[in-house]
T-cell receptor
Framework: KAGVTQTPRYLIKTRGQQVTLSCSPI?????VSWYQQTPGQGLQFLFE???????NKGNFPGRFSGRQFSNSRSEMNVSTLELGDSALYLC?????????????FGPGTRLTVT | GQNIDQPTEMTATEGAIVQINCTYQ??????LFWYQQHAGEAPTFLSY????GLEEKGRFSSFLSRSKGYSYLLLKELQMKDSASYLC??????????FGKGTTLSVSS
């Protein structure tokens, strides 16, 4: 069973640009969540998509947006990049297996804003 | 408001048992997650508790008491590879997943 994949793995952008990150969940999982991880703030939840609808949203500005496609693949977009957006962006896919909940993280996209 | 507390650091020896506590104050509680994260790697999902009680999964167990706003992760038969950061996160219904700062566990021989 293929794991969660994220592309690109590394990205360097300049302030003011925009960026789109992609996440392909595990086959059969309909939920995709996005997280930002920085040394100072730790792991923070961005948003969750389920069946193409945003189900939950964290406390991030509107520059951070996302969407989910009918095949459950998800994209995250950050517009007007700021230096503080430099972080590891993780996505996780989740679903149920029998009566158990399961969740798997992708390897992350390391974004550097200069 | 919302607040999640867990110890910053813990140390233990191989073969021992360690309990990592997590207390929380949130509104609209909808479940609690535990994750393991090794340095430089993505987190690994360990458990998801929605109802009170203990859930066991191999060497790892997780306990939840919703009335007390309290959870713990129990690690048995510690191994060196269990040295990692352990994150507690609360699913706040309808809004967000709130993370604690993490507990760094160091296992020595």
């Amino acid at each position: 069973k293929a794991g969660v994949t994220q592309t690109p793995r590394y990205l360097i952008k300049t302030r003011g640009q925009q960026v789109t990150l992609s996440c392909s969940p595990i086959s059969g999982h309909r939920s995709v969540s996005w997280y930002q991880q920085t040394p100072g703030q730790g792991l923070q939840f961005l948003f969750e998509y389920f069946s193409e609808t945003q189900r939950n949203k964290g406390n991030f500005p509107g520059r951070f947006s996302g969407r989910q496609f009918s095949n459950s693949r998800s994209e995250m977009n950050v517009s007007t990049l700021e230096l503080g957006d430099s972080a590891l962006y993780l996505c996780a896919s989740s679903g149920t297996k029998g009566r158990s909940y399961e969740q798997y993280f992708g390897p992350g996209t390391r974004l550097t804003v200069t | 408001g919302q607040n999640i507390d867990q110890p910053t650091e813990m140390t233990a020896t191989e073969g021992a048992i360690v309990q990592i506590n997590c207390t929380y104050q949130t509104s609209g509680f909808n479940g609690l997650f535990w994750y393991q994260q090794h340095a430089g790697e993505a987190p690994t999902f360990l458990s998801y508790n929605v109802l009170d009680g203990l859930e066991e999964k191999g060497r790892f167990s997780s306990f939840l008491s919703r009335s007390k706003g309290y959870s713990y992760l129990l690690l048995k038969e510690l191994q060196m590879k269990d040295s990692a950061s352990y994150l507690c996160a609360v699913n706040q219904a309808g809004t967000a997943l709130i993370f604690g700062k993490g507990t760094t566990l160091s296992v020595s021989s």
